[in-house]
């Protein structure tokens, strides 16, 4: 951990305490930052009691978990990540949310730090133009839950240097991951292809055409993934705090029946799925 000896993570959601895990796990002093106090006793629970997990099944010896727990420390305050090497953002998921802050970040961390972000879809070369460092802003997405996951997408900018792309994929590649590189286009490489397949199962749910279960063993066992779309969407949820509707629930409707119509013979030119 030559290279990033501190490292801060703003934003002790979901991502943002699992990749301060992550980070003190490989042996870096965390600053994990949030705006919000209870977010940060709520990870600091969900930290102590995913690194026991860890050790009581043997994967972590107790004086490595027992150290991590201990080089995580909690702050609301921006300047406590004054020293850090690397910033790794992982806040709301707003381009001007993000923008305001990497633009404070810019001016508070040292001059070397690189600038993270765990951005699912936000185009990372818009988030770098909001600093003066364009060229040590990276994109660095990991999948949920970042301590499980074994995949970091990492997202060059236009700006982005070959020196910050190094050093990033050398920090995911010592958390224990594979990483794979996408070029900046919206969703990338995981999400812009999974949203549409997601997508298109709760519309084949919604036309009628098979059942959930038909569905999800549909594509796992037809296409070989370990769990079909629908399962998948329910792990990856609906945001709590979005999902609150403002109106009057919608009432259920019945599928249109001109919408999709059952396949009675297979046509000659339809290829059959692999
Ligand atoms: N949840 C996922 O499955 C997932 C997967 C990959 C990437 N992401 C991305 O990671 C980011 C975080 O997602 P999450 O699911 O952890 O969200 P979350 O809602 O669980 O956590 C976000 C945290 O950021 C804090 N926050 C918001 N604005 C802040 C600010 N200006 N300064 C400091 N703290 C602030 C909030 O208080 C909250 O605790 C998003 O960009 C999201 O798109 C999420």
């Not at 660095?140 to 236009?158: D, Q, S, Y």
């Not at 919604?206 to 079909?228: C, F, H, R, S, W």
């Not at 399962?231 to 009432?251: H, N, T």
């Amino acid at each position: 951990m030559a290279e990033f000896m501190v490292i801060g993570v703003i934003g002790a959601g979901q991502m943002g305490s699992g990749i301060a895990q992550l980070a003190a796990v490989a042996g870096a002093d965390v600053r994990l930052l949030d705006k919000d106090a209870e977010a940060l006793l709520t990870a600091k629970r969900s930290i102590s009691d995913s690194v026991q997990r860890f050790v009581s099944k043997g994967q972590l010896s107790k004086e490595r978990g027992t150290d991590a727990v201990a080089r995580v420390k909690y702050t609301s305050n921006l300047e406590d990540l004054q020293s850090a090497d690397i910033v790794i953002e992982a806040i709301v998921e707003s381009e001007d949310v993000k923008k305001k802050l990497f633009a404070e970040l810019d001016k508070i961390v040292k001059v070397s730090a690189i600038l993270a972000s765990n951005t699912s879809s936000i185009s990372i070369t818009r988030l770098a133009s909001a600093t003066k460092r364009p060229h040590q802003v990276i994109g660095m997405h990991f999948m949920n839950p970042p301590p499980i996951m074994k995949l970091v997408e990492i997202i060059r900018g236009a700006q982005t240097s070959d020196e910050t792309y190094n050093k990033t994929k050398t920090l995911a590649e010592r958390f224990g991951k594979t990483v794979v590189c996408s070029k900046d286009y919206s969703g990338f490489i995981v999400n812009r292809i999974l949203m549409p397949m997601i997508n298109e199962a709760f519309y084949t749910l919604y036309t009628g055409v098979a059942t959930k279960e038909d569905i999800d063993a549909g594509m796992k066992l037809g296409t070989n993934q370990p769990m079909g779309p629908l399962q998948l969407a329910d792990f990856i949820g609906l945001d709590p705090k979005k999902g609150k509707p403002k109106e009057k629930p919608v009432k259920e409707s019945k599928p249109k029946e001109k919408e999709s119509k059952p396949v009675e013979k297979e046509s000659k030119d339809e290829k059959k799925t692999e």
